[in-house]
């Protein structure tokens, strides 16, 4: 289904920037060391997220929504993700399933679940990656067959955030094991936690701490056949893939924050840490890496604009999405690395937290597609674009 354009109000989101601003300094800057070191989930964040209106940041206000531009909802991640990047995924994953749900979903499902979502009373995540499943996901084994006016759910998915303290997936499965092509065979239910919905185990993770990543188990696990999404088989392929563009755009985001995050720590070191006599900004080997970040940072965040104005505009934007993607991501890691250099020995000490922003870079190479296959994505839309 085409994206909706909608028109926006600049100052109201002005407005909406700026106290996220106010939100991200006062109640997040604080605990971020002390909730990633003990791997604790910000429980009291969630309910601020609620207040704020973050979990319907991009639903339509007809929902009940703030319908946020994509645009104005990447700079919101890239202020939270400057400071902590992990908050960033309690509603990421669960504005993705709303975005699904709005783009591809019957009138009857938007109705019931877009306004719940919008108020955070239902808080969902995407049920997309198995064990042997990740980038290739028509590869997925878990099957759902249908029973009368149910769908029963067997099979098992991996690495999906929100899924202990959410009230429920988008669960990618196959409703037709042998169909050929294979993602005919594929299809989409927004499944609630209920029997046979077994949550088994949060992943203990090195980086992106405090949020709840985890395994899924399905044991014939009932779907009322109404939660079918789109209420037709087979489509299932097309409405995960329609969700790649603003998933893309979200963690570019969380990149450049980390990016710009990274700089900010080690441009206030720079110009504190003296060597030699003097502030260690004035040597030039870290001005050229001062010079080498912020030029990165300011790239990322163009990219970005580019890619979600293309998509505020309901215009095809899967070239530069992937675009922006990839380099603000590897931006992120590259920046704090080079943050982390600026602080020397200093940057392995957890009190200066530079540490959490290096740690936390590296997922973001590799979700929502991995940099290396996202570099065939953009070569393949470059020469599709450009025929001769």
């Not at 604009?305 to 890691?333: H, I, P, Q, T, V």
């Amino acid at each position: 289904m085409e994206q909706k354009v909608q028109q926006r109000d600049p100052a109201e989101e002005r407005a909406v920037l700026d106290a996220i601003e106010v939100w991200v300094e006062k109640e997040v800057r604080p605990i971020a060391k002390k909730f990633d070191l003990a791997d604790e989930y910000p429980h009291d964040l969630v309910e601020q997220m609620k207040e704020l209106g973050l979990f319907g940041a991009t639903i339509s206000p007809e929902y009940g929504g703030l319908g946020l531009s994509a645009w104005t909802y990447a700079q919101i991640v890239i202020k939270v993700a400057s400071v902590w990047m992990a908050p960033s995924g309690i509603f990421n994953s669960h504005l993705i399933m709303a975005s699904a749900i709005e783009r591809s979903g019957t009138e009857a499902q938007k109705c019931k679940y877009l306004p719940l979502m919008a108020s955070g009373a239902f808080r969902g995540s995407l049920g997309l990656t198995e064990s042997n499943a990740g980038t290739d996901l028509q590869a997925i084994r878990t099957v759902a067959k249908r029973d009368g006016d149910h769908y029963v759910v067997n099979g098992s998915k991996t690495w999906i955030t929100n899924s202990m303290y959410g009230d429920g997936t988008l669960l990618l499965v196959k409703t037709d094991p042998h169909a050929n092509p294979r993602h005919k065979g594929m299809s989409m239910l927004i499944a609630e936690k209920t029997e046979g919905f077994k949550v088994v185990d949060k992943i203990k993770k090195f980086a992106y701490r405090s949020i709840d990543t985890c395994e899924l188990l399905f044991e014939d696990y009932r779907v009322p056949a109404e939660n079918l999404l789109g209420g037709e088989e087979g489509h299932g392929f097309q409405q995960t893939a329609g969700g790649l563009e603003l998933g893309r755009i979200n963690v570019a985001a969380r990149g450049a924050g980390i990016a710009e995050g990274s700089l900010k720590m080690g441009l206030r070191y720079a110009q504190e840490r003296e060597t030699f006599g003097k502030p260690i900004w004035q040597h030039q080997a870290i001005q050229f890496k001062l010079a080498d970040m912020v030029t990165q940072v300011e790239a990322s965040k163009r990219l970005i604009e580019n890619a979600a104005l293309k998509y505020d505009a309901g215009e095809r934007c899967d070239l530069e999405s992937s675009m922006a993607k990839y380099f603000a991501s590897e931006a992120g890691l590259f920046c704090s690395q080079e943050a982390m250099r600026i602080f020397g020995g200093y940057s392995h000490a957890v009190d200066y937290e530079i540490e959490r922003y290096y740690r936390d870079s590296m997922l973001m190479c590799i979700g929502e597609g991995a940099n290396e296959v996202l570099k065939t994505v953009i070569a393949k839309q470059l020469v599709d674009r450009h025929r001769i």
